[in-house]
């Protein structure tokens, strides 16, 4: 059963500005934050945004909710608290393997709960999209890449992960965290994923080397800023595709004159978003491109 939770009433078909729903997950409801502008329709993007290590969705809400109101998208935060999702492994890495390392049934990822939200919120809005937008900035950049390289890209209409701290690599060279090695992940979704519109964004002044940034041999070998992790997994991307003679959608974009501050990304951030999805899969896999934004 579908129960309320967070700030505003409940999110119904009528219902403009702030709601809250919640969906189940084994393990416990996972609560929405809702925002819905006036200017609304059942054809209006829907935008998914994915908390940090904070866990501050009312945040991201507030943050995110100005940005709605221009582009008439319906907005929705899920919140992965820690009560229930204590630990990286949980969120942002997708609760794909319990803490022994033992695989998880696909129904209790926490990238199942997010298709989830999609189809409770999309049927109550009466909206007419099949697809969301999925964005997240540091450990919800996180999430978000891994949602693109374990379910592909079926639902995502774009994906943007923005200033990540380290990646998950999509080849096998690595075990699981850092790479698919041992990850239930098959060589048809990764050719999905590696065709997914996914956006990996950074800031050029997102330098810190040191601080809440991971560092060790894995991440090390990633490089050793922001900058220099989010440029190898688009590279990394890019040699798997080759390797697999697959399409290749994804693109980077860095930012200049942003640092590790999700405020300073968001200007950015809208407008990548609200781009339009590219067709189906064209060609082969080619270059990434670099480029800051408009």
């Known amino acids: 059963?579908?129960?309320?939770?967070?700030?505003?009433?409940?999110?119904?078909?009528?219902?403009?500005?702030?709601?809250?729903?919640?969906?189940?997950?084994?393990?416990?409801?996972?609560?929405?934050?809702?925002?819905?502008?006036?200017?609304?329709?059942?054809?209006?993007?829907?935008?998914?945004?994915?908390?940090?290590?904070?866990?501050?969705?009312?945040?991201?809400?507030?943050?995110?909710?100005?940005?709605?109101?221009?582009?008439?998208?319906?907005?929705l935060v899920p919140s992965f608290g820690t009560a229930t999702w204590p630990a990286s492994l949980e969120y942002p890495a997708g609760n794909v393997v319990d803490g022994h390392g033992r695989p998880v049934e696909r129904s209790g990822w926490a990238f199942s709960i997010v298709d989830r939200i999609f189809e409770v919120a999309v049927r109550r809005a009466g909206s007419r999209r099949e697809r969301f937008v999925l964005y997240g900035h540091g450990a919800g950049?996180?999430?978000?890449?891994?949602?693109?390289?374990?379910?592909?890209?079926?639902?995502?209409?774009?994906?943007?992960?923005?200033?990540?701290?380290?990646?998950?690599?999509?080849?096998?060279?690595?075990?699981?965290?850092?790479?698919?090695?041992?990850?239930?992940?098959?060589?048809?979704?990764?050719r999905s994923a590696l065709a997914a519109p996914l956006v990996v964004m950074v800031g050029l002044e997102d330098l810190e080397t040191s601080g809440i940034?991971?560092?060790?041999?894995?991440?090390?070998?990633?490089?050793?800023?922001?900058?220099?992790?989010?440029?190898h997994f688009v590279e990394r991307g890019r040699r798997s595709a080759v390797r697999l003679g697959a399409p290749f959608h994804w693109r980077l974009v860095e930012v200049r004159g942003v640092g590790h501050r999700p405020g300073a990304m968001l200007p950015a951030a809208e407008r990548v978003v609200m781009e339009p999805r590219a067709g189906g899969a064209r060609g082969t896999a080619g270059r990434p491109t670099t480029r800051p934004p408009p």
């Open 1 to 75: 059963m579908l129960v309320p939770r967070g700030p505003g009433r409940f999110f119904g078909a009528r219902a403009q500005g702030e709601g809250a729903f919640a969906v189940p997950s084994p393990r416990g409801e996972v609560p929405v934050h809702v925002y819905r502008p006036a200017a609304w329709t059942p054809d209006s993007p829907v935008w998914i945004v994915m908390h940090g290590r904070k866990r501050d969705a009312d945040r991201d809400l507030a943050d995110w909710k100005p940005a709605a109101e221009r582009r008439g998208a319906l907005l």
């Open 141 to 190: 950049a996180q999430f978000v890449q891994r949602y693109v390289l374990f379910m592909g890209s079926r639902r995502v209409e774009r994906a943007v992960a923005a200033g990540a701290g380290w990646y998950l690599l999509p080849d096998g060279d690595l075990d699981f965290p850092y790479g698919l090695r041992g990850a239930k992940v098959s060589e048809a979704t990764l």
């Open 213 to 231: 940034l991971r560092n060790n041999t894995q991440t090390l070998a990633q490089g050793a800023t922001r900058v220099d992790r989010a440029r």
